[in-house]
């Protein structure tokens, strides 16, 4: 390990991402309301504690090993998350509390959409547009973007890429370098974000909703700049685009560049994960629309088809947007959606969960070992579409699900020690830790009421959802010390 | 440029690595998992799993835009099918295989690209031969390297006490010279980093001397810069596989040539191949077995079994046992590094002699030889200057005048058949081969872009 390195990479990041604190800067200074101080001092901190903390160490030119990437990831999603709360703290309005700021920026940054502010509306217009960049930025990933723009990361750029990317099987790069490989996708998350936006807008929402929702929306993330969150445009025309583009966000983005570079998309119903992800998705749909029919929940069906299928892929993509009070829904339902949201997306998506391709994985196993029954003496690989798949892996997806079903456990036990009800700690920890935002029970629309230690507990679980365990975890072992 | 490389091992290992660095777009194509994991860990590249040479592993590995396939698999067969894959399905322009059976060698027609459409065969085992050959024909040296078919070459010397020039200017290098000869110093190394040679430069012993000179006149230089030494008469060489039989069949004429093979099968083989050569069976690093056949006496002892680790002891035990000159084969970089100028005189790299091959045909302009060197830090290479004054950057100027990027000089010029030691006031004209040593690999890409046309050409 050498910490010289690491700290370069870290300052060179800080450094860089400092000039994310800008645009929201010029929306404060156009909208003149007030936070506009806030925002250049906070750019100033960064900028010069990016700046001074790489000063010392950046003649160091030493490639990054496996084991820095870990470090430099899981610090700079700390370090960012730290310094993405300053706006909140330094602005006279919210002003929130240290604990507090924290949670909306890691929040924000994970791309959970859990909040802790309410009356939205009457915030300045440049906090929520910065709540809504934030999402944006962590929903492709700070460090794929990091990639993207830092040609000068070279091979560790590798290291730190397969720190962060969700999915079992890292390796797979979509062009032979990575620098590339990370700007294709962030032109996809691009452009998909453009066209989200002008679709809305073109919908009827105003240009800055418009842009605040194509933001979170893409990046699957779930902050609203209204506390109705998408109910309030009492639109079924934005909620069916909001559908579409979550439900796209969810798959695969090598899909979306295959379809892209080759003008095809058969491309998408040949990938097994894919076809399990839409037959999940329309499994939730069909049982939550069904449910609400059935209880009568709403008088129409029209509303009980129209709500129910925009909650199912909201939940299910783990976006967490709401356009009805679902928490309030008959308890089956509201569990079950609530369970949807361990799926996920798909791996290199921008949802959260444990992602498809895994749930997929771990079916295909548990058949195995059924037939293995029937025939003791058979070899049965496991495959995904026509391809076997390496033991390795479907190990690792083994052990990726005893740790998340572990963590799940400790932190919910932690939140109910607090004193919380248990239906409120157990969807708040799944919330987290899933990346969705909103919970059941007294976190159902916003983690206002929530003491400060559940925060704390909440937020640790975010970063552990969004890192995918892995990465966090590795870090808290002696072994990885050890010299 | 997109390269797809064929076959993880030791050479596609490092050419990968090589290429990777130069902001090419590589993909590594092997059966096995492990190392393609490993190579992934290690540098900037996207790896396939598969059989090289099926269409549809050739497609993964987006065959239908790269530039460039290099077969080096260790299939012969493999290689060629490849190439012809390539060629009839995804027409790309430059196929280079491994090609390593004498057997097809022997029918060039084959390889033509109305059979096997093969632009570039390499066979390692040529090159390395070669390389040890010239080593062998130059006692001193520590590198030779060819230039312009032979006409020009690079040698690398470590200079001593007692060599006419050694702690003199350089300048005064061409009045010690008898004659018409005449050379060029490049580069000099002193103690592992490299120094500009200029006028006034004082060489120093120990110092690594890189010069460029016509062939004939080698012999003559390299005595300035060591006391000179006698020929070698007596060669014994460790391994009789390829390169050691290859080795054995062109010297065996010209020196008393002996070669030790392990496996008594493989050592008849040998010995009814050869006519000159004494084929001992036994284990090159047996004591008693050296001394039999007088070791003491022994000018050069060179170890090219595939085996690194045999290959290093036995030529440490040789030297020890009194040996004039031992080299040994190693193909693991980080031993190259381990015992270079250590009881090891020449540690012989095979990747480093088989990459400047490869490098030649990604090197944009018309480049027409790379050597890589000093472990591909360095480069020396042959480019060729078209057009005129107003569209070239190097034709019609005086050497001093080209704008060379630090750490690059010019060392000879090859004019038809007439062999011109670079000056600062030597005019460079169009057609001509020029001879450049980069201290410093990474500024390729403004030699490349010095000897690219401009549009005005064309």
């Known amino acids: 390990m050498s910490f010289a390195a690491v700290q370069r990479i870290l300052g060179l990041l800080l450094t860089v991402f400092s000039f994310t604190l800008v645009p929201p800067f010029v929306v404060s200074l156009v909208t003149r309301d007030g936070a506009a101080a806030a925002f250049a001092s906070a750019f100033a901190l960064t900028l010069s504690i990016g700046f001074i903390s790489w000063l010392p160490v950046r003649s160091i ?66 906090i929520l547009y910065y709540r809504q960049q934030l999402q944006w930025l962590g929903g492709m990933g700070i460090i794929v973007l990091a990639v993207a723009v830092l040609p000068m990361l070279g091979i560790g750029g590798m290291q730190l890429y397969r720190a962060e990317t969700p999915g079992p099987m890292k390796d797979s790069k979509l062009t032979p370098r990575i620098t590339e490989t990370a700007k294709a996708l962030w032109y996809i998350y691009l452009s998909l974000t453009i066209v989200c936006g002008l679709a809305y807008w073109l919908a009827g929402m105003s240009a800055f909703d418009a842009v605040g929702h194509a933001f979170s929306t893409v990046a699957i993330g779930g902050f609203s700049t209204h506390d109705a969150s998408m109910g309030y445009f009492n639109s079924y025309v934005i909620d069916m685009i909001a559908v579409v583009f979550m439900f796209l966000a969810g798959v695969n983005f090598s899909l979306h560049f295959v379809a892209f570079r080759h003008r095809n998309i058969s491309g998408y119903w040949r990938d097994s994960e894919f076809r399990f992800y839409t037959l999940l998705l329309s499994s939730v749909i069909l049982v939550t629309v069904l449910g609400l029919y059935f209880t009568q929940t709403y008088d129409r069906w029209q509303d009980a088809l129209l709500n129910g299928l925009f909650q199912a892929v909201s939940i299910g993509t783990t976006a967490g947007f709401t356009t009805a009070e679902f928490y309030n829904w008959p308890g089956f339902i509201a569990i079950s959606l609530l369970f949807s949201s361990f799926v996920g997306g798909c791996a290199g998506s921008t949802g959260g969960g444990i992602k498809v391709i895994r749930l997929l994985l771990l079916v295909k196993q548990g058949l195995r070992e059924i037939t293995r029954l029937v025939h003791p003496n058979a070899h049965i690989p496991v495959r995904v579409g026509s391809k076997t798949v390496n033991s390795r892996v479907v190990e690792a997806v083994w052990g990726f699900f005893a740790l998340y079903v572990a963590s799940f456990t400790v932190m919910y036990l932690a939140l109910a020690a607090t004193g919380l009800d248990l239906m409120t700690a157990f969807s708040a920890v799944a919330a987290s830790i899933n990346n969705l935002g909103p919970g059941l029970g007294g976190v159902g629309a916003h983690y206002a009421d929530m003491h400060d230690p559940g925060k704390w507990i909440l937020c640790f679980a975010m970063l552990l959802g969004r890192l995918e365990i892995f990465t966090l975890l590795v870090l808290l072992t002696p072994a990885f010390w050890r010299k | 440029m997109k390269i797809i490389i064929l076959g993880a091992g030791q050479v596609g290992t490092t050419v990968a690595q090589n290429l990777s660095n130069e902001a090419n777009d590589i993909t590594v194509v092997d059966r096995e998992h492990a190392l393609l994991r490993d190579l992934q860990d290690r540098l900037d590249i996207r790896t396939v799993h598969g059989q090289a040479s099926h269409p ?89 390297l060819d230039f312009a078919g032979g006409r020009v070459r690079l040698v690398a010397v470590r200079a001593y006490y007692g060599g006419p020039l050694v702690g003199h200017e350089l300048r005064t290098l061409n009045e010690h010279l008898s004659g018409a000869a005449e050379a060029r110093v490049a580069a000099i190394y002193r103690k592992g980093a490299a120094i500009q040679p200029e006028g006034h430069t004082v060489i120093e012993p120990d110092d690594e001397v890189f010069f460029v000179a016509a062939s004939a006149n080698i012999p003559a230089v390299m005595a300035e810069l060591r006391k000179a030494e006698k020929p070698f008469r007596r060669l014994i060489f460790a391994g009789g596989g390829n390169i050691g039989r290859r080795l054995a069949s062109s010297l065996e004429n010209d020196y008393r040539v002996k070669i030790i093979e392990r496996d008594e099968q493989q050592a008849r083989r040998v010995s009814e191949d050869l006519h000159h050569t004494i084929v001992l069976q036994g284990d090159a690093a047996d004591e ?48 190259v590094d381990l015992v270079h100028s250590g009881t090891v005189d020449i540690a012989i790299s095979p990747q480093q002699a088989t990459i400047g091959t490869l490098l030649t045909h990604v090197r944009r302009g018309d480049v027409v030889m790379v050597h890589s060197l000093r472990r591909g830090a360095a480069e020396a290479i042959e480019a060729v200057a078209h057009g005129d004054k107003t569209s070239s950057k190097v034709v019609g100027r005086m050497v001093q005048d080209i704008r060379l990027p630090p750490g690059t000089s010019i060392g000879a010029i090859v004019r038809g058949e007439q062999v011109i ?26 030699v490349e872009r010095l000897f690219q046309v401009g549009i005005t050409f064309l």
Request: overall charge negative; glycine content about 4%.
């Open chain 2, 421 to 446: 030691i670079a000056h600062h006031d030597t005019e460079i004209e169009s057609e001509d081969h020029v001879i450049l040593f980069l201290t410093d690999k990474s500024r390729i890409n403004e």
């Open chain 2, 288 to 335: 008693d077995l050296l001394l039999e056949e007088s070791i003491e006496d022994t000018d050069v002892f060179c170890a090219v079994t595939n085996d690194d680790e045999a290959n290093i002891l036995s030529a440490m035990l040789a030297k020890r046992l009194g040996a004039r000159k031992v080299m040994a084969l190693i193909n693991r970089a980080a031993y």
């Open chain 2, 56 to 144: 549809d592993v050739l497609e993964r590995s987006g065959a239908d835009d790269a530039d460039m396939i290099i077969a080096v698999t260790n299939s012969d067969e493999t290689n060629m099918v490849a190439c012809q894959a390539a060629w009839t399905l995804f027409h790309t322009p430059t196929k280079i295989a491994r090609v390593r059976a004498p057997e097809y060698l022997s029918h060039p027609a084959l390889f033509s690209q109305g059979s096997l459409p093969i632009d570039v065969l390499i066979s390692p085992e040529q090159l390395v031969t070669d390389y040890i050959l010239r080593l062998i024909q130059h006692p001193g040296a520590l590198q030779v």
């Open chain 1, 61 to 126: 030119r030493r490639e990054l090993r496996l084991r820095d990437g870990f470090v430099v990831v899981v610090m700079f999603w700390t370090v960012l998350s730290t310094i993405g709360a300053l706006p909140f703290i330094l602005a006279d309005d919210p002003h929130l509390s240290i604990t507090d700021a924290m949670f909306e920026s890691i929040s924000g940054l994970t791309t959970t959409g859990a909040t802790v502010i309410t009356h939205l509306e009457v915030l300045p217009k440049s």
